[in-house]
């Protein structure tokens, strides 16, 4: 069981309490409480209202400091914080709670001031305040104090008036492991927003020897890598190099309804685009034989049983914590069984193998779970020698150890599982693997599931697996992301625990940090509304001169830039114009308005400048881009994004066909100069003004050449399209039913 405590980092009071009762229960249940970081003041964006904290358990909101607290210690006795059973110390305890949160939480200093004084009072001769150890009344109470202004103040500069009593016993319990865990928690992601999302990877492997250490990526061979997959394999890779070890790519192929060849190579080929080492390749199916006779070993040990309960009873019988009627077979009757799911007979197909543990046990993944399962399904690489597979759960703790692996990172959604592992290793007599959690990556309006993404696909709502909206590799490739960008972010994220979600702007700041030096600038002006303009001054006969594609980065070479009389503007541009100024025309000169005519709907169609060449463009206010308008120009379609989904964060039970997008990509017709029919796929440039663009298709003799817009990071550019236009009340954002 792992509970997921969301704390808004900006909160005020801070959340200090829950955060010290969270290590507490952490420190007497490893991994019980993962903690979640909100950049905000409040948790109104989780749709649980102006709250600093939530746990979400049972489809019920714990979101009052109590509530938590209480929850916190009923689920973990072992913590020791609270003792339900027994009535006079859970009363005090309640006592105090209520104490916290009717007398500490004002800023009324004559009202603190008195339950400093009932405080210290009590104090006099108790080291805790209930019992002797600490209890969630210290916790709370300590936690409330911390959070005030006031205590703080008076702590400072008048210890003496809160009470010899209260101070000692208020510095001991912010000595405690826990308490000094959630100040320094908070702090850490309370910190600057540059620097919120860079994690560390100093995290001290436990019982790690220098070249001996041995690590695995395992996808499935089912997909195309995204960007978390990419976190881990990169992880995984770094530890494997820093104590000198090896990393092995092992390709989880144990359901063969839904692998193929294809994805494999495009996994290998997205590995290598990230610097991923893959000279290590094996397969789970390498291992089917050696794994099948550990299923007869467990089997014959009594401590699995083959079931042939259909699946939807099953999973009731496994939430209400009920026995399956096969759980008491014989050993004999289940390797009967066992044989006929081996042979895929009719009722073999109907069984399937579960791992003897538990039928009620308060961690779900260890009330029997299913280790071994019919499937008549050639495999890829195997054919038709198997009609049983084994789950992941079973296979994955066996070739880690068979393979010598010392060292499995994954990802903290499988925290449950890990006891789990452990039992499966214990079980079978396997060589221990020590297991290494770190957060999984995650992104505001991003679906990284794979079962999500399939159905983006199936539907056809993206073109593939590569689409731009995908957080696929090859899709944030496709959308301008450059490998460098990609890899610097994932290593800034460091190996840390810490679950966050974050934003795009940074990975996309960091990637026009990469391609802003050496991006080619071109031209291009929106057909929409178009406007020519005359330019009195300029050469009778077009001229052409070669100019600098970078200013700054000479190296970059040159393009050909046509001069006429003849120019065409963006629409914008042209409207905004007033008769009698002096604007600038980018890299050619100052120019003077002299005439701007418009339409009835303030549309401006026709602008007529004059040349004055030697102004100052550091005076003007506006410098506009423009192109020759002739055969030097070509029709080019800029192409934009928006997310895929509504909602910054999907929760379990949302159902992602009422989350989508109503419109998601847009087209916008233009015209560009020749010089970027030169260009060849994947090349990335700047139309100026308009930012950074990807050729994603070159211009045929029946389509114009298509250039995908590249966030730059900015809040307009990373910001949902969807949400803005549904909060201004437009068409473009989906309505709440």
């Keep these: 069981m792992t509970l997921s405590l969301i704390v808004a980092s900006k909160a005020s009071p801070a959340s200090y309490a829950v955060l010290a009762i969270a290590a507490q229960v952490n420190m007497a249940k490893p991994q019980t409480v993962a903690v979640e970081y ?18 979400k358990y049972n489809g019920e909101n714990y979101d009052s400091t109590n509530a938590i607290a209480r929850l916190l210690g009923r689920l973990v006795p072992e913590a020791g914080v609270y003792n339900v059973t027994d009535p006079i110390s859970s009363t005090l305890v309640d006592q105090w709670l209520d104490f916290a949160e009717s007398k500490l939480a004002t800023a009324d200093f004559k009202a603190l001031d008195a339950s400093f004084k009932e405080l210290n009072k009590y104090l006099t001769l108790r080291s805790y305040l209930v019992g002797y150890q600490p209890s969630l009344a210290d916790f709370v109470v300590w936690g409330a104090l911390k959070a005030s202004p006031v205590f703080a103040r008076v702590l400072k500069t008048k210890k003496e008036s809160i009470g010899l009593y209260l101070a000692r016993w208020y510095e001991y319990i912010a000595s405690l492991d826990a308490a000094l865990l959630a100040v320094k928690d908070l702090q850490n992601a309370a910190k600057p927003a540059k620097t919120a999302d860079q994690g560390k990877f100093e995290i001290g492997l436990t019982e790690a020897e220098m070249g001996k250490v041995v690590t695995r990526f395992p996808p499935e061979p089912s997909g195309y890598l995204h960007i978390g997959h990419a976190k881990a394999a990169l992880l995984n890779q770094y530890f494997a190099q820093e104590y000198k070890g090896k990393m092995i790519v092992r390709f989880d192929d144990t359901n063969p309804s839904k692998e193929k060849t294809e994805f494999e190579e495009s996994i290998k080929e997205d590995l290598a685009l990230i610097g991923v080492d893959s000279s290590i390749v094996t397969h789970t199916s390498d291992y089917f034989d050696q794994i099948y006779d550990l299923a007869l070993k467990i089997i014959k040990e009594g401590n699995a049983y083959v079931d042939d309960t259909d699946q939807a009873t099953m999973r009731e019988e496994r939430m209400k914590g009920t026995p399956s ?26 069984c399937c193998v579960r791992a003897k543990i538990s039928p009620d046990d308060p961690n779900g993944t260890m009330r ?19 009609k049983i597979y084994p789950t992941y759960d079973f296979a994955c703790p066996i070739v880690d150890s068979l393979e010598g692996v010392s060292h499995a990172l994954r990802t903290n959604e499988y925290r449950d599982r890990n006891v789990q592992y452990a039992w499966m290793l214990k079980t079978l007599g396997l060589r221990n693997v020590v297991i290494w959690d770190f957060s999984r990556i995650n992104f505001v309006y991003t679906l990284l599931s794979k079962r999500k993404l399939q159905w983006f696909v199936d539907n056809g709502i993206v073109g593939g697996w590569d689409d731009p909206r995908f957080p696929t590799v090859r899709g944030i490739r496709r959308r301008g992301m450059t490998i460098e960008a990609l890899k610097q972010y994932i290593l800034m994220q460091g190996a840390s625990q810490n679950t966050l979600l974050l934003e795009w702007d940074k990975l996309w700041a960091l990637n026009r940090k990469v391609i802003d030096p050496i991006a080619p600038r071109h031209t291009a002006v929106i057909k929409d509304k178009m406007v020519q303009c005359k330019v009195q001054g300029a050469p009778a006969t077009p001229e052409v001169k070669d100019t600098l594609k970078h200013k700054k980065n000479p190296d970059i070479g040159t393009k050909k830039t046509t001069y006429s009389s003849k120019i065409v503007l963006d629409q914008e541009d042209a409207k905004s114009l007033e008769v009698g100024e002096e604007i600038t025309l980018m ?57 895929l989904i509504t909602k910054k964060k999907v929760e379990e039970g949302d159902s992602v066909d009422e989350l989508v997008t109503p419109v998601s990509e847009f087209k916008t017709p233009a015209v560009a100069d020749a010089n970027v029919a030169s260009l060849k796929t994947g090349d990335i440039i700047q139309f100026e003004r308009k930012g950074f663009y990807i050729l994603d298709q070159p211009a045929t003799d029946s389509a114009p050449a298509h250039f995908i817009h590249i966030p730059d990071g900015k809040a307009a550019s990373t910001v949902s399209k969807a949400d803005t236009s549904a909060k201004k009340g437009d068409k473009g954002g989906k309505k709440k039913q």
């Excluded at 009627?325 to 109907?350: A, I």
Aim: net charge negative.
């Design 587 to 643: 890299d050619w000169g100052n120019a003077f308005v002299r005439n701007v005519t418009k339409d009835a709907d303030g549309n401006a169609t026709s602008v007529d400048l004059e040349l004055h060449l030697e102004g100052d463009f550091k005076k003007t206010k506006k410098k506009i881009s423009w192109l020759s308008y002739g055969d030097e120009i070509v029709d080019v379609l800029l192409v934009d994004y928006d997310y």
């Design 325 to 350: 009627k096969c759980r008491d077979l014989s050993v004999e009757e289940n390797l009967r069984r066992f044989e006929e799911m081996k042979k895929g007979t009719e009722f073999g197909q109907t």
């Design 368 to 386: 029997d779970p299913v280790i071994y399962r019919c499937n008549l399904t050639p495999h890829h690489y195997t054919g038709d020698k198997w």
């Design 38 to 55: 909100r950049d905000a003041a409040n948790l109104e964006g989780e749709g649980v209202g102006k709250v600093a904290a939530v746990i």
